[in-house]
């Protein structure tokens, strides 16, 4: 599986994006998704999780309220919605498949097994 992720970009405090993550295969709808990011000089971290049918989703306490992951399998893409943005949120953001079909989410970014290439979000002060 190849993954896409695009959408970031340049953002004042509390703006918003949606950042995109395309699947290249089918057998995506089978998988749960991951966001995670990773700022300059620190570890990459869990952001939100969504399930393979998109009925559980979880998040780190950091964006919880303000970001929402979801996904359409049919379009074989999982979107990040990220309002209310703070300085603090600049990173790479990466989204992430588990080829377990039908797991639950994990939050640990050593159980994904398919990353994309990473999409960069820096809101300025």
């Known amino acids: 599986v190849q993954l896409q992720a695009s959408g970031g970009g340049l953002v004042q405090a509390g703006g918003s994006l949606r950042l995109s993550c395309a699947a290249s295969?089918?057998?995506?709808?089978?998988?749960?998704m991951g966001w995670f990011r990773q700022a300059p000089g620190k570890e990459r971290e869990f952001v939100a999780a969504i399930s393979w049918s998109g009925g559980s989703t979880y998040y780190a306490d950091s964006v919880k309220g303000r970001f929402t992951i979801s996904r359409d399998n049919a379009k074989n893409t999982v979107y990040l919605r990220m309002n209310s943005l703070k300085p603090e949120d600049t990173a790479v953001y990466y989204c992430a498949a588990d080829q377990e079909p039908y797991h639950p989410p994990p939050r640990l970014a050593g159980e994904y097994d398919y990353w994309g290439q990473g999409t960069q979000v820096t809101v300025s002060s």
């Open positions: 295969e089918r057998t995506f709808t089978r998988y749960p």
